[in-house]
Protein backbone atom coordinates (compact mmCIF):
# COMPACT_ATOMS: atom_id res chain seq x y z
CA UNK A 1 0.00 0.00 0.00
CA UNK A 2 1.13 3.34 -0.72
CA UNK A 3 1.05 6.67 1.23
CA UNK A 4 -1.39 9.45 -0.34
CA UNK A 5 -1.82 13.12 -0.07
CA UNK A 6 -3.64 15.85 -1.19
CA UNK A 7 -1.94 18.22 -3.70
CA UNK A 8 -4.85 20.62 -4.49
CA UNK A 9 -8.67 21.78 -3.34
CA UNK A 10 -10.92 23.28 -4.50
CA UNK A 11 -15.16 24.41 -3.06
CA UNK A 12 -17.62 26.41 -4.38
CA UNK A 13 -19.64 29.02 -2.23
CA UNK A 14 -21.68 27.14 -0.35
CA UNK A 15 -25.74 28.67 0.07
CA UNK A 16 -28.68 28.85 -1.92
CA UNK A 17 -26.93 29.00 -5.74
CA UNK A 18 -30.06 30.01 -8.03
CA UNK A 19 -27.73 30.88 -10.65
CA UNK A 20 -25.72 27.22 -10.69
CA UNK A 21 -26.63 23.78 -11.83
CA UNK A 22 -25.59 20.16 -9.79
CA UNK A 23 -22.48 20.20 -12.66
CA UNK A 24 -21.73 23.26 -12.57
CA UNK A 25 -20.66 23.17 -8.94
CA UNK A 26 -18.45 20.23 -9.32
CA UNK A 27 -17.03 21.11 -12.12
CA UNK A 28 -16.60 24.82 -10.95
CA UNK A 29 -14.96 22.99 -7.68
CA UNK A 30 -13.13 20.19 -9.74
CA UNK A 31 -11.15 23.28 -11.80
CA UNK A 32 -10.19 25.12 -8.65
CA UNK A 33 -8.44 22.03 -7.13
CA UNK A 34 -6.56 20.91 -10.23
CA UNK A 35 -5.92 25.02 -11.02
CA UNK A 36 -4.74 24.93 -7.01
CA UNK A 37 -2.83 21.24 -7.51
CA UNK A 38 -0.95 23.19 -11.36
CA UNK A 39 -1.78 20.08 -13.26
CA UNK A 40 -3.34 19.37 -16.79
CA UNK A 41 -6.82 17.40 -16.78
CA UNK A 42 -5.04 15.19 -19.03
CA UNK A 43 -3.01 13.65 -15.59
CA UNK A 44 -6.29 13.12 -14.38
CA UNK A 45 -6.58 8.54 -14.06
CA UNK A 46 -10.09 9.04 -12.12
CA UNK A 47 -12.83 10.29 -10.40
CA UNK A 48 -15.15 9.48 -7.50
CA UNK A 49 -18.47 12.04 -7.52
CA UNK A 50 -19.77 11.77 -4.08
CA UNK A 51 -23.56 12.70 -4.53
CA UNK A 52 -26.64 11.46 -2.16
CA UNK A 53 -29.72 11.85 -4.14
CA UNK A 54 -29.00 13.53 -7.81
CA UNK A 55 -32.28 11.07 -8.43
CA UNK A 56 -34.51 13.22 -5.82
CA UNK A 57 -32.59 16.79 -6.34
CA UNK A 58 -32.14 16.70 -9.82
CA UNK A 59 -33.50 13.84 -11.40
CA UNK A 60 -30.74 12.83 -12.81
CA UNK A 61 -28.77 9.54 -11.74
CA UNK A 62 -25.63 8.27 -13.60
CA UNK A 63 -23.94 10.98 -11.98
CA UNK A 64 -20.24 9.75 -13.01
CA UNK A 65 -20.65 10.08 -16.15
CA UNK A 66 -22.48 13.37 -16.57
CA UNK A 67 -19.23 14.77 -14.43
CA UNK A 68 -16.43 13.02 -16.57
CA UNK A 69 -18.37 14.38 -19.62
CA UNK A 70 -18.96 18.05 -18.16
CA UNK A 71 -15.22 18.04 -16.57
CA UNK A 72 -13.92 17.42 -20.46
CA UNK A 73 -12.81 13.87 -19.49
CA UNK A 74 -15.51 11.89 -21.28
CA UNK A 75 -13.13 12.04 -24.44
CA UNK A 76 -10.38 11.07 -22.32
CA UNK A 77 -12.55 8.17 -21.07
CA UNK A 78 -11.45 8.77 -17.71
CA UNK A 79 -13.36 6.39 -15.09
CA UNK A 80 -15.77 7.80 -13.33
CA UNK A 81 -17.44 6.88 -10.34
CA UNK A 82 -20.46 8.06 -8.03
CA UNK A 83 -20.37 7.05 -4.39
CA UNK A 84 -23.32 7.45 -1.91
CA UNK A 85 -23.96 6.60 1.60
CA UNK A 86 -26.16 9.73 1.99
CA UNK A 87 -24.51 12.76 4.20
CA UNK A 88 -21.73 10.59 4.09
CA UNK A 89 -21.14 10.08 0.69
CA UNK A 90 -17.92 12.90 0.24
CA UNK A 91 -16.33 11.57 2.83
CA UNK A 92 -16.94 7.95 1.53
CA UNK A 93 -15.76 9.50 -2.44
CA UNK A 94 -12.53 10.82 -0.56
CA UNK A 95 -11.90 7.63 0.93
CA UNK A 96 -12.58 5.87 -2.37
CA UNK A 97 -10.10 8.08 -4.08
CA UNK A 98 -7.22 7.02 -1.56
CA UNK A 99 -7.89 3.67 -2.31
CA UNK A 100 -7.64 3.94 -5.30
CA UNK A 101 -4.09 5.51 -5.00
CA UNK A 102 -2.56 3.82 -2.13
CA UNK A 103 -3.39 0.42 -3.73
CA UNK A 104 -1.41 1.56 -7.11
CA UNK A 105 -4.36 0.87 -9.30
CA UNK A 106 -4.41 5.14 -10.12
CA UNK A 107 -1.73 7.85 -9.22
CA UNK A 108 -3.79 11.18 -10.04
CA UNK A 109 -7.29 11.20 -8.82
CA UNK A 110 -9.93 13.85 -8.49
CA UNK A 111 -12.20 12.74 -5.13
CA UNK A 112 -15.15 15.32 -5.27
CA UNK A 113 -18.90 16.08 -3.98
CA UNK A 114 -21.65 17.90 -4.98
CA UNK A 115 -25.29 18.36 -3.85
CA UNK A 116 -28.12 20.56 -5.73
CA UNK A 117 -30.42 20.74 -2.98
CA UNK A 118 -32.69 23.85 -3.20
CA UNK A 119 -34.05 23.25 -6.72
CA UNK A 120 -37.01 21.50 -5.20
CA UNK A 121 -39.59 22.14 -2.16
CA UNK A 122 -38.58 22.09 1.27
CA UNK A 123 -41.08 19.30 1.87
CA UNK A 124 -39.35 17.04 -0.90
CA UNK A 125 -35.81 17.96 0.44
CA UNK A 126 -37.24 16.75 3.86
CA UNK A 127 -38.28 13.39 2.87
CA UNK A 128 -35.16 12.86 0.16
CA UNK A 129 -33.00 13.57 3.23
CA UNK A 130 -35.56 10.67 5.63
CA UNK A 131 -34.56 8.13 2.86
CA UNK A 132 -30.60 8.30 4.55
CA UNK A 133 -33.42 6.43 7.62
CA UNK A 134 -34.89 3.34 7.61
CA UNK A 135 -37.78 3.98 5.26
CA UNK A 136 -40.01 0.98 5.92
CA UNK A 137 -39.77 1.11 9.95
CA UNK A 138 -38.37 5.29 10.86
CA UNK A 139 -39.87 6.81 7.80
CA UNK A 140 -43.29 5.12 7.79
CA UNK A 141 -43.85 6.38 11.57
CA UNK A 142 -43.04 10.10 11.04
CA UNK A 143 -39.42 10.44 11.40
CA UNK A 144 -37.76 12.99 9.90
CA UNK A 145 -34.15 13.47 10.30
CA UNK A 146 -34.61 16.54 13.12
CA UNK A 147 -36.53 14.09 14.40
CA UNK A 148 -34.49 11.35 15.30
CA UNK A 149 -31.39 13.88 16.45
CA UNK A 150 -33.67 15.86 18.85
CA UNK A 151 -34.44 11.93 20.04
CA UNK A 152 -30.77 11.85 20.56
CA UNK A 153 -30.95 15.30 22.56
CA UNK A 154 -33.59 14.80 24.54
CA UNK A 155 -31.92 11.28 25.86
CA UNK A 156 -28.84 13.16 26.44
CA UNK A 157 -29.98 15.82 28.06
CA UNK A 158 -31.81 13.16 30.15
CA UNK A 159 -28.83 11.44 31.07
CA UNK A 160 -26.07 13.64 31.01
CA UNK A 161 -27.78 17.18 32.10
CA UNK A 162 -26.99 18.12 29.09
CA UNK A 163 -28.53 21.78 28.95
CA UNK A 164 -30.31 23.62 26.01
CA UNK A 165 -27.68 26.53 26.22
CA UNK A 166 -24.99 24.21 25.93
CA UNK A 167 -26.76 22.68 22.43
CA UNK A 168 -27.11 26.23 21.51
CA UNK A 169 -23.22 27.01 22.49
CA UNK A 170 -22.12 25.08 19.09
CA UNK A 171 -24.50 26.69 17.06
CA UNK A 172 -23.25 30.35 18.19
CA UNK A 173 -19.13 29.03 18.15
CA UNK A 174 -19.83 27.63 14.41
CA UNK A 175 -21.81 31.02 13.17
CA UNK A 176 -18.64 32.73 14.51
CA UNK A 177 -16.46 31.01 12.91
CA UNK A 178 -18.53 30.77 9.66
CA UNK A 179 -18.18 34.67 9.88
CA UNK A 180 -14.22 34.55 8.68
CA UNK A 181 -14.97 32.04 5.98
CA UNK A 182 -15.67 33.95 2.90
CA UNK A 183 -17.30 30.40 1.56
CA UNK A 184 -19.94 29.84 3.97
CA UNK A 185 -23.64 29.88 3.89
CA UNK A 186 -23.87 32.16 7.00
CA UNK A 187 -21.63 34.15 7.51
CA UNK A 188 -23.21 36.22 10.48
CA UNK A 189 -23.16 36.04 14.17
CA UNK A 190 -26.20 34.27 16.39
CA UNK A 191 -26.82 34.46 19.97
CA UNK A 192 -27.69 31.99 22.66
CA UNK A 193 -31.04 33.78 22.77
CA UNK A 194 -31.48 33.85 19.07
CA UNK A 195 -31.18 30.05 18.92
CA UNK A 196 -33.59 29.52 21.51
CA UNK A 197 -36.04 31.66 20.28
CA UNK A 198 -35.84 30.40 16.82
CA UNK A 199 -38.93 27.70 15.53
CA UNK A 200 -39.24 24.66 17.11
CA UNK A 201 -38.49 21.98 14.69
CA UNK A 202 -38.65 18.53 16.28
CA UNK A 203 -38.30 19.65 20.38
CA UNK A 204 -35.90 19.90 21.95
CA UNK A 205 -34.32 21.20 18.52
CA UNK A 206 -34.94 24.85 16.96
CA UNK A 207 -34.36 25.47 13.43
CA UNK A 208 -31.16 27.54 14.44
CA UNK A 209 -29.79 23.76 15.68
CA UNK A 210 -29.98 22.78 11.91
CA UNK A 211 -27.86 22.59 9.53
CA UNK A 212 -29.32 24.34 6.30
CA UNK A 213 -30.22 23.38 3.02
CA UNK A 214 -27.79 24.23 0.80
CA UNK A 215 -26.21 23.82 -2.95
CA UNK A 216 -21.88 23.17 -3.30
CA UNK A 217 -19.45 21.45 -4.35
CA UNK A 218 -15.94 20.74 -3.12
CA UNK A 219 -12.82 18.46 -4.21
CA UNK A 220 -9.10 17.66 -3.94
CA UNK A 221 -6.40 16.09 -5.65
CA UNK A 222 -4.71 12.68 -4.41
CA UNK A 223 -1.28 11.84 -5.93
CA UNK A 224 0.99 9.18 -4.59
CA UNK A 225 2.58 11.02 -1.36
CA UNK A 226 6.38 10.23 -2.95
CA UNK A 227 5.65 12.17 -6.14
CA UNK A 228 3.58 14.88 -3.99
CA UNK A 229 6.01 16.91 -4.10
CA UNK A 230 6.47 17.33 -7.65
CA UNK A 231 3.36 19.08 -7.96
CA UNK A 232 3.56 21.22 -4.65
CA UNK A 233 5.34 22.48 -2.14
CA UNK A 234 2.75 22.28 0.71
CA UNK A 235 1.41 18.55 0.25
CA UNK A 236 -0.57 17.58 3.16
CA UNK A 237 -0.36 14.24 4.01
CA UNK A 238 -3.07 11.28 5.22
CA UNK A 239 -2.37 9.54 7.91
CA UNK A 240 -5.28 7.68 7.97
CA UNK A 241 -8.90 6.53 6.17
CA UNK A 242 -11.31 4.32 8.22
CA UNK A 243 -15.03 3.82 7.59
CA UNK A 244 -17.29 1.91 10.04
CA UNK A 245 -21.08 0.74 9.55
CA UNK A 246 -23.76 1.41 12.62
CA UNK A 247 -27.43 0.28 12.57
CA UNK A 248 -29.63 2.19 9.99
CA UNK A 249 -32.39 2.57 12.06
CA UNK A 250 -31.36 4.93 15.45
CA UNK A 251 -34.00 3.04 17.59
CA UNK A 252 -31.67 -0.46 17.13
CA UNK A 253 -28.33 1.40 18.49
CA UNK A 254 -27.02 0.05 21.96
CA UNK A 255 -26.44 3.32 23.11
CA UNK A 256 -29.08 6.19 21.49
CA UNK A 257 -26.75 8.81 22.77
CA UNK A 258 -23.80 6.91 21.18
CA UNK A 259 -22.86 6.88 17.20
CA UNK A 260 -21.04 3.74 17.43
CA UNK A 261 -19.99 3.90 14.16
CA UNK A 262 -17.93 7.10 14.95
CA UNK A 263 -16.65 5.04 17.95
CA UNK A 264 -15.15 2.17 15.70
CA UNK A 265 -13.89 4.53 12.50
CA UNK A 266 -12.19 6.69 15.04
CA UNK A 267 -9.98 3.66 17.08
CA UNK A 268 -9.27 2.33 13.66
CA UNK A 269 -8.00 5.73 12.39
CA UNK A 270 -6.34 6.79 15.34
CA UNK A 271 -5.48 2.99 15.36
CA UNK A 272 -3.29 3.76 11.54
CA UNK A 273 -2.33 7.18 12.29
CA UNK A 274 -0.32 5.64 15.19
CA UNK A 275 -2.19 8.57 17.77
CA UNK A 276 -4.38 8.90 20.15
CA UNK A 277 -7.42 11.99 20.44
CA UNK A 278 -4.77 14.32 22.78
CA UNK A 279 -2.86 14.25 19.69
CA UNK A 280 -5.51 15.78 17.42
CA UNK A 281 -4.71 19.82 16.78
CA UNK A 282 -8.17 20.80 15.75
CA UNK A 283 -11.27 18.73 13.35
CA UNK A 284 -13.80 19.63 11.22
CA UNK A 285 -16.36 17.24 12.56
CA UNK A 286 -20.14 16.64 11.52
CA UNK A 287 -22.91 18.66 13.04
CA UNK A 288 -25.61 18.41 11.12
CA UNK A 289 -27.53 19.36 14.43
CA UNK A 290 -25.66 20.96 17.63
CA UNK A 291 -26.16 17.80 19.66
CA UNK A 292 -24.40 15.64 16.77
CA UNK A 293 -21.21 18.06 17.51
CA UNK A 294 -21.70 17.25 20.90
CA UNK A 295 -21.54 13.34 20.21
CA UNK A 296 -19.20 13.63 17.91
CA UNK A 297 -16.59 15.22 20.32
CA UNK A 298 -17.46 12.19 22.98
CA UNK A 299 -17.59 9.50 20.29
CA UNK A 300 -13.93 10.49 19.09
CA UNK A 301 -12.80 10.62 22.14
CA UNK A 302 -11.80 14.52 22.87
CA UNK A 303 -13.96 14.19 25.60
CA UNK A 304 -15.32 11.53 28.00
CA UNK A 305 -19.18 10.56 27.52
CA UNK A 306 -21.28 13.23 28.21
CA UNK A 307 -19.38 16.00 29.15
CA UNK A 308 -19.72 17.26 25.59
CA UNK A 309 -22.08 19.69 26.24
CA UNK A 310 -20.01 21.32 29.21
CA UNK A 311 -16.96 21.22 26.76
CA UNK A 312 -18.96 22.91 24.14
CA UNK A 313 -20.09 25.84 26.17
CA UNK A 314 -16.50 26.55 28.17
CA UNK A 315 -15.17 27.17 24.50
CA UNK A 316 -12.53 24.24 24.14
CA UNK A 317 -13.78 23.81 20.97
CA UNK A 318 -13.73 27.19 19.76
CA UNK A 319 -10.52 28.45 17.86
CA UNK A 320 -8.12 29.27 20.31
CA UNK A 321 -9.32 26.61 22.99
CA UNK A 322 -7.97 23.21 23.45
CA UNK A 323 -9.30 21.84 20.43
CA UNK A 324 -11.09 23.84 17.71
CA UNK A 325 -13.79 22.24 16.29
CA UNK A 326 -15.15 23.45 12.89
CA UNK A 327 -13.09 26.20 12.42
CA UNK A 328 -14.36 26.46 8.77
CA UNK A 329 -18.27 26.57 10.23
CA UNK A 330 -19.00 22.99 10.26
CA UNK A 331 -22.09 21.94 8.66
CA UNK A 332 -24.30 24.63 10.56
CA UNK A 333 -22.51 27.82 9.13
CA UNK A 334 -21.40 26.73 5.41
CA UNK A 335 -24.07 24.65 5.08
CA UNK A 336 -24.78 20.80 4.45
CA UNK A 337 -24.51 20.00 0.68
CA UNK A 338 -24.77 16.92 1.56
CA UNK A 339 -22.31 15.01 -0.95
CA UNK A 340 -19.74 18.00 -0.56
CA UNK A 341 -19.81 18.25 2.89
CA UNK A 342 -17.57 15.25 3.47
CA UNK A 343 -14.88 16.44 0.97
CA UNK A 344 -15.56 20.23 2.28
CA UNK A 345 -13.60 18.81 5.76
CA UNK A 346 -10.58 17.78 3.52
CA UNK A 347 -10.49 21.09 2.44
CA UNK A 348 -10.97 22.64 5.44
CA UNK A 349 -7.84 20.78 7.31
CA UNK A 350 -5.80 21.15 4.09
CA UNK A 351 -6.17 24.86 3.94
CA UNK A 352 -5.41 24.85 7.53
CA UNK A 353 -2.39 22.63 8.04
CA UNK A 354 -0.86 25.06 5.14
CA UNK A 355 -1.22 27.62 7.25
CA UNK A 356 -3.92 29.45 4.22
CA UNK A 357 -6.85 29.80 6.39
CA UNK A 358 -6.70 33.67 7.00
CA UNK A 359 -9.00 34.99 10.16
CA UNK A 360 -9.87 31.47 11.38
CA UNK A 361 -6.45 29.90 11.43
CA UNK A 362 -5.87 27.58 14.13
CA UNK A 363 -2.55 28.10 14.91
CA UNK A 364 0.30 25.36 15.60
CA UNK A 365 -2.06 23.26 12.94
CA UNK A 366 0.39 19.80 12.70
CA UNK A 367 -2.61 17.16 12.78
CA UNK A 368 -6.01 17.51 12.04
CA UNK A 369 -9.25 15.12 11.87
CA UNK A 370 -12.35 14.71 9.64
CA UNK A 371 -15.30 13.19 10.74
CA UNK A 372 -18.51 12.48 8.34
CA UNK A 373 -21.57 10.59 9.53
CA UNK A 374 -24.12 9.50 7.41
CA UNK A 375 -27.71 9.32 8.34
CA UNK A 376 -28.21 9.10 11.97
CA UNK A 377 -25.02 6.96 12.00
CA UNK A 378 -25.31 4.46 10.02
CA UNK A 379 -22.12 5.21 8.23
CA UNK A 380 -18.64 6.83 9.38
CA UNK A 381 -15.94 7.87 7.59
CA UNK A 382 -13.15 9.34 9.90
CA UNK A 383 -9.51 10.71 8.00
CA UNK A 384 -6.68 12.12 10.03
CA UNK A 385 -4.03 14.27 7.63
CA UNK A 386 -1.02 15.87 8.82
CA UNK A 387 1.11 18.47 7.64
CA UNK A 388 4.53 16.22 7.95
CA UNK A 389 4.40 12.35 6.12
CA UNK B 1 -43.86 4.87 -0.32
CA UNK B 2 -44.93 2.60 -2.68
CA UNK B 3 -48.41 0.58 -2.70
CA UNK B 4 -46.95 -2.81 -2.74
CA UNK B 5 -43.95 -1.90 -0.26
CA UNK B 6 -46.55 -0.98 2.07
CA UNK B 7 -48.84 -4.16 1.66
CA UNK B 8 -45.58 -6.35 1.97
CA UNK B 9 -45.25 -5.06 5.92
CA UNK B 10 -49.24 -4.96 6.73
CA UNK B 11 -49.38 -8.11 8.90
CA UNK B 12 -46.17 -6.40 10.59
CA UNK B 13 -47.60 -3.36 11.27
CA UNK B 14 -50.95 -4.40 11.97
CA UNK B 15 -50.77 -6.53 14.23
CA UNK B 16 -46.73 -5.97 16.02
CA UNK B 17 -45.46 -8.94 14.38
CA UNK B 18 -41.60 -9.37 14.53
CA UNK B 19 -39.46 -12.05 14.55
CA UNK B 20 -38.04 -14.33 17.30
CA UNK B 21 -34.16 -16.75 17.06
CA UNK B 22 -35.18 -19.78 18.46
CA UNK B 23 -31.29 -20.16 18.26
CA UNK B 24 -30.19 -17.63 20.35
CA UNK B 25 -33.84 -16.09 22.13
CA UNK B 26 -33.56 -12.86 20.84
CA UNK B 27 -36.37 -10.99 19.50
CA UNK B 28 -36.61 -8.38 16.58
CA UNK B 29 -38.84 -5.85 15.54
CA UNK B 30 -38.88 -4.96 12.77
CA UNK B 31 -38.68 -8.42 11.77
CA UNK B 32 -35.41 -9.58 10.16
CA UNK B 33 -35.11 -12.71 8.19
CA UNK B 34 -31.86 -13.02 9.89
CA UNK B 35 -30.27 -13.13 13.06
CA UNK B 36 -27.70 -10.84 13.26
CA UNK B 37 -26.12 -12.59 15.72
CA UNK B 38 -26.24 -16.06 15.04
CA UNK B 39 -26.27 -15.17 11.13
CA UNK B 40 -26.70 -18.71 8.53
CA UNK B 41 -26.96 -20.91 12.00
CA UNK B 42 -29.94 -18.83 13.70
CA UNK B 43 -33.79 -19.77 13.66
CA UNK B 44 -35.94 -16.75 12.87
CA UNK B 45 -39.47 -17.50 13.29
CA UNK B 46 -42.24 -15.06 13.51
CA UNK B 47 -43.46 -13.65 16.77
CA UNK B 48 -46.78 -11.60 17.70
CA UNK B 49 -45.21 -9.08 20.40
CA UNK B 50 -47.50 -7.89 23.20
CA UNK B 51 -47.47 -4.35 22.79
CA UNK B 52 -46.57 -3.03 26.43
CA UNK B 53 -43.24 -0.75 26.87
CA UNK B 54 -41.82 2.35 27.43
CA UNK B 55 -40.75 5.34 25.88
CA UNK B 56 -37.03 5.69 25.55
CA UNK B 57 -37.19 8.70 24.62
CA UNK B 58 -39.18 11.12 22.21
CA UNK B 59 -39.38 14.62 20.58
CA UNK B 60 -42.10 16.48 19.68
CA UNK B 61 -42.02 16.92 15.57
CA UNK B 62 -43.24 20.28 14.55
CA UNK B 63 -41.89 20.78 10.92
CA UNK B 64 -42.79 17.11 9.06
CA UNK B 65 -41.82 15.57 5.87
CA UNK B 66 -45.04 15.63 3.00
CA UNK B 67 -46.61 12.78 3.79
CA UNK B 68 -47.07 13.55 7.24
CA UNK B 69 -46.98 18.04 7.01
CA UNK B 70 -51.17 17.37 8.40
CA UNK B 71 -50.29 15.98 11.40
CA UNK B 72 -47.84 17.78 13.41
CA UNK B 73 -46.94 18.62 15.59
CA UNK B 74 -46.90 14.78 16.92
CA UNK B 75 -45.13 12.79 19.45
CA UNK B 76 -42.58 10.59 17.39
CA UNK B 77 -40.69 8.40 19.86
CA UNK B 78 -38.27 5.08 20.21
CA UNK B 79 -40.05 2.36 22.17
CA UNK B 80 -38.53 -0.51 24.46
CA UNK B 81 -40.90 -2.91 24.45
CA UNK B 82 -41.50 -5.79 27.04
CA UNK B 83 -39.51 -8.55 24.96
CA UNK B 84 -36.65 -6.48 24.45
CA UNK B 85 -36.35 -4.71 20.94
CA UNK B 86 -36.64 -0.91 20.13
CA UNK B 87 -39.22 -0.02 17.78
CA UNK B 88 -39.58 4.05 16.33
CA UNK B 89 -43.81 5.11 16.55
CA UNK B 90 -45.67 8.06 17.53
CA UNK B 91 -47.64 8.26 20.84
CA UNK B 92 -51.00 9.42 21.14
CA UNK B 93 -51.36 11.42 24.37
CA UNK B 94 -51.48 15.23 25.64
CA UNK B 95 -47.86 17.05 24.88
CA UNK B 96 -47.40 17.93 28.41
CA UNK B 97 -47.72 13.86 29.63
CA UNK B 98 -45.11 12.54 27.15
CA UNK B 99 -41.73 11.91 29.13
CA UNK B 100 -38.55 9.17 29.33
CA UNK B 101 -39.74 6.20 31.35
CA UNK B 102 -43.42 6.59 30.69
CA UNK B 103 -45.59 3.26 29.76
CA UNK B 104 -47.44 3.00 27.04
CA UNK B 105 -49.11 -0.10 24.46
CA UNK B 106 -49.78 -0.38 21.39
CA UNK B 107 -52.78 0.57 19.57
CA UNK B 108 -53.71 0.35 15.83
CA UNK B 109 -54.05 3.80 14.18
CA UNK B 110 -53.89 5.90 11.22
CA UNK B 111 -49.90 6.24 10.03
CA UNK B 112 -50.17 9.16 7.80
CA UNK B 113 -51.83 9.95 3.98
CA UNK B 114 -49.95 10.15 0.85
CA UNK B 115 -50.39 13.50 -0.45
CA UNK B 116 -50.89 12.88 -4.07
CA UNK B 117 -52.08 9.23 -4.30
CA UNK B 118 -54.70 10.29 -1.48
CA UNK B 119 -53.21 6.68 0.08
CA UNK B 120 -54.29 6.35 3.58
CA UNK B 121 -51.67 4.01 6.10
CA UNK B 122 -52.92 2.50 9.07
CA UNK B 123 -50.56 0.97 11.31
CA UNK B 124 -49.63 0.63 15.36
CA UNK B 125 -49.13 3.76 17.54
CA UNK B 126 -48.77 3.50 21.47
CA UNK B 127 -51.10 5.32 23.98
CA UNK B 128 -50.06 5.62 27.83
CA UNK B 129 -51.08 2.35 29.49
CA UNK B 130 -52.85 3.74 32.06
CA UNK B 131 -55.51 5.21 29.39
CA UNK B 132 -58.23 2.12 29.21
ZN1 LIG C 1 -29.94 -15.72 16.92
Same mark, same amino acid.
Given at each position: ??????????C?????L?D?????L????????????????G?I??L?????SG??FI?????????A????????H?? =??? *?E %?????G??????? @???? /? #?G???IV??????????V????TT????A??D?E?????G???PG???M????????YGTT?EQ?????????H???????AQ??N????D???N????????????????TD?? =?A? *?L %??A???R?Y??T? @??LK /? #?????G??S???????T???A?VAA???????A??T?K??D??E???C????????I???G?V?????????E????A????????????????G?P???T?????V???????G?????????A?I?L???V?G?GG?????I????? | ??V???????K??????????K???EY?????N????????????????K??????????V??????F???T????A?I?L?E???????VI?????IH????????F?????E???G??Y?GT????????
Amino acid at each position: MRDVAIIGVGCTEFGELWDKSFRELFVEAGISAIEDANIQGGKIDALYVGNMSGGRFIEQEHIGSLIADYAGLAGLHIP =STR *VE %AACASGGLALRQG @ILAV /A #SGYHDIVIAGGAEKMTDVSVEITTDALAAAADREWEGIMGATFPGLYAMIARLHMHKYGTTREQLASVAVKNHHNGTMNPKAQFQNEISIDAVLNSVMVADPLHVFDCSPITDGG =SAV *VL %APADVARKYTDTP @IYLK /A #SAQASGTLSLHDRPDITTLDATVAAANRAYKMAKVTPKDIDFAEVHDCFTIAEICAIEDLGFVKKGEGGKASESGMTAIGGKIPVNPSGGLKACGHPVGATGVKQAVEITLQLRGEAGKRQVSGAEIGLTHNVGGSGGTAVVHIFGRER | MSVPRFWRRLKNLYNLIGTHCKKCGEYYYPPRNMCPKCRRIGQVVPFKFKGIGEVVTFTIVHSAAKDFAKNTPYILAIIKLEEGPHLTSQVICNHNDIHIGMKVKSAFRKLGEESEKGMIYYGTKFVPLADN
